[in-house]
């Protein structure tokens, strides 16, 4: 059985977030790891935040889930602990591979997309191929298409 992380780096937008969570609790992931300026399902004072919980519909409580400021020691930790590290990106370097086991997928910001650091840091990029005119997708359709390619 693989054993997936999501790593969410600088997501812009509560309800992307609270889709991912929603789609990653329920494909079974292990864990989502909120870096940057991604929002939490808790506001600053530790009290859970409405507008998270209108979209997650509770899987903010059925995941396990961290905050971590920067991703570099994120993904070095993951690394450390035999995670094969993916972004999900559009790059010419994007191919498909055989997944390992123990994975963490990283999502990028709405616009950005995934840091230059932690495409530099990953061991695989994975581009969902499109075949309309739209060059990319929102995040969270992206997350529930890549999540479930790689988990199968």
Request: glycine content about 8%; overall charge negative; cysteine-free.
């Amino acid at each position: 059985m693989k054993t997936a992380i999501v790593v969410l780096d600088n997501i812009r937008s509560v309800e992307n977030t609270a889709s991912i969570f929603r789609t990653a609790e329920s494909l079974g992931v292990a864990k989502i790891i909120l870096v940057g300026t991604t929002p939490a399902p808790l506001d600053r004072f530790g009290r859970k935040r409405k507008d998270f919980a209108k979209v997650s519909l509770g899987a903010e409580d059925m995941v396990e889930w961290e905050f971590a400021k920067e991703i570099k020691p994120v993904i070095e930790n993951l690394k450390s602990d035999g995670f094969q590290i993916v972004a999900l990106e559009q790059d010419e370097r994007g191919a498909e591979f055989k997944i390992s086991d123990s994975f963490a997928l990283i999502l990028g910001n709405e616009v950005d997309g995934v840091s230059k650091e932690a495409l530099g840091l990953a061991d695989k990029i994975y581009e969902i191929p499109m075949k309309g005119k739209k060059e990319s997708l929102n995040v969270s359709v992206a997350a529930g298409i890549a999540l479930h390619e790689l988990l199968k």
